[in-house]
């Protein structure tokens, strides 16, 4: 019991100061106080008796930051109460305590082969792999990073040349420069006013690339259209026609500016199968005055179903189908699917038998040279940057998306900020359109031209914006930050043991 009681006491700290670093995560999007909690958990990691200590304060502070950032995992559980609310409290418990465990291992491992200084850095450079490591392991889930603290804020510029995980890495060097002031000896002083130069640095580069001219937008005006279908009653019977006339109404209103040459409706806003919509898509074709309609539908071939999107044909039918192909584990498949369905347990998102199938790959949907070609992007896949590399290179970036299931609070405020951190790696626009909110039309630099609040219904119509040059992330994807990574880490491993050997010949 007294063991127990420290544990809990030991752990308080480290765990309160990952909430404050979940601050950088919208929708406060604090970075400066994030930064700070950064620091300072890399600093009690440093100053831990042990490694098992130090991975204590590592799993401890990871927890925190996790629980702070993902509280809205339990959102989904709550559409269908009935059948998965039981869930929620699980979820809430063990999605943050599992990512913590990346945390606890990085934190060990650099308090076991690093002690002091070496051990601090070699610890920062351990954690932007173990984020890193998330991003790929079991499916990925690269979800609140750490480099997203910086997402809105300047620093945000830097995804253009370093892609996330080499901006978690700068962050988490510059974190343990700060922490050096927490500490005694010499850097107490140096190594703080080192991190503060090195962000001032960070805030003037990203606003000078923010200052610079940007590309006309193309001659297109796209319509984005919002039904805000609450996701309880999404597939209700009774509300279905009720959602599907909002898209219609919305699709044939009036412009307020030049006529539109794209439609775009989210994610599954169609409540039919692609297969029985023959009629319908010809409905939606005479509604928007054979302009194609972008529009979220499922399918089913060959006994298989798949979340897609279409685009409608003059005169009626899919011009183009694209499915998704990076699906959501236990939302809309679920493992061993065909073995569990026979038990009635199915992905959430799933109306139809055991789950939904993955789709071949990244595709881009081709509108003819004038709107140019997009990549398409469904819902969770805009939070993978290796989804987005496509050659040719698209001229724009799609992403539909149902984020009623993230709830009303941070969910859906994180899903449009990793949007906005694709546009900026890319320097391509990213052109949004959600069911509930928050539709959007994104620059190539991650800025918010236009926008449709969440749980608002309507329409917006706004010009495409124009393409920079390809970034150097574009042309290198993560390659560069993973091969800084492993040479770090084994650079910082190498002081550590050179420190060990110093201190044991003093000894002697």
């Known amino acids: 019991m007294r063991l127990r009681a420290a544990t809990l006491r030991a752990a308080a700290l480290p765990f309160g100061t990952g909430l404050v670093l979940a601050t ?60 998965h609310g039981w869930m929620a409290p699980f979820a809430l418990v063990l999605l943050p305590g599992g990512l913590a465990l990346f945390w606890a291992l990085a934190f060990g491992l650099g308090r076991r082969f690093g002690q002091g200084r070496a051990g601090l850095f070699l610890t920062a450079a351990l954690l932007a792999a173990a984020e890193a490591s998330r991003a790929w392991l079991f499916t990925g889930f690269p979800w609140a990073l750490i480099g997203y603290i910086w997402i809105g804020a300047p620093p945000m510029q830097l995804a253009a040349l370093v892609g996330p995980h080499g901006l978690t890495l700068a962050t988490a060097l510059a974190a343990a420069l700060a922490a050096l002031g927490l500490g005694r000896g010499p850097g107490r002083l140096a190594g703080p006013a080192a991190a503060a130069a090195l962000l001032a640095g960070a805030w003037a580069w990203g606003l000078a690339e923010l200052a610079r001219p940007m590309p006309p937008d193309r001659a297109v005006t796209l319509r984005i259209v919002q039904p805000n279908a609450e996701q309880s009653l999404k597939w209700d019977p009774e509300r279905a026609q009720e959602f599907l006339m909002r898209l219609m109404t919305a699709t044939a209103a009036a412009p307020q500016g030049p006529l539109p040459d794209l439609v775009i409706w989210p994610e599954t806003a169609v409540p039919y199968l692609l297969d029985d919509s023959g009629h319908l898509l010809a409905q939606i074709d005479a509604v928007a005055g054979g302009r194609p309609v972008v529009f979220g539908i499922a399918r089913r ?46 992905g959430m998102a799933a109306s139809h038998g055991a789950g939904f199938s993955a789709g071949p790959g990244p595709a881009a949907l081709d509108f003819g040279p004038r709107i140019g070609r997009a990549l398409a992007l469904i819902c969770y896949e805009a939070i993978f940057p290796q989804n987005l590399r496509l050659a040719p290179r698209p001229d724009w970036v799609l992403q539909a998306t149902n984020d009623a299931w993230f709830g009303e609070v941070s969910g859906p405020f994180q899903h449009l900020a990793q949007a906005r951190m694709r546009a ?29 609040g969440l749980g608002k219904q309507g329409f917006l119509d706004a010009p495409l914006p124009g393409a920079l040059p390809p970034t150097p992330y574009a042309r290198t994807g993560d390659l560069p930050a993973l091969v800084a990574l492993v040479l770090l880490v084994l650079a910082f491993a190498a002081w550590g043991s050179v420190n060990r050997i110093d201190r044991g010949d003093r000894a002697a």
């Open 424 to 452: 900026v790696e890319q320097g391509l626009p990213v052109i949004r359109a959600a069911n509930t909110g928050v539709s959007a039309v994104i620059d190539a630099r991650g800025r918010i031209r236009a926008e449709l």
């Open 24 to 83: 950088g995560q919208a929708p406060l999007s604090w970075p400066l106080p994030a930064f700070a909690a950064l620091a300072a958990l890399l600093a009690l990691g440093a100053r831990a008796p042990g490694w098992r200590q130090a991975a204590l304060t590592g799993w401890a502070g990871g927890a925190g930051c996790f629980a702070g950032a993902l509280f809205w995992i339990v959102e989904p559980f709550f559409v269908d109460p009935v059948r």
């Open 301 to 346: 071939e060959a006994g298989r179903y798949y979340n897609s999107l279409a685009v409608t044909a003059p005169g009626g039918g899919p011009a183009q189908v694209y499915d998704k192909h990076h699906l959501v584990p236990f939302g809309e498949y679920v493992p061993f699917g065909e073995l569990l369905g026979r038990f009635g347990i199915q």
